[in-house]
């Protein structure tokens, strides 16, 4: 049996703060279950 495994990191720049940081976004994908996890 074959499994898949992706992960993706992004940026929300919609929700930027006033001294200009911002969150980093990380989806996992297993087998085409989906997680999110912020940092």
Same mark, same amino acid.
């Given at each position: 049996m074959r499994s898949t495994f992706k %992960?993706?990191?992004y940026i929300? =720049?919609?929700k930027t703060k006033a001294d *200009?940081? #911002?969150a980093i976004l990380? =989806? %996992?994908t %297993?087998? *085409?279950k989906n #997680?999110? %996890?912020t940092t």
């Open positions: %992960i993706l990191f929300n =720049r919609q *200009g940081n #911002t990380c =989806r %996992i %297993i087998d *085409g #997680t999110a %996890i």
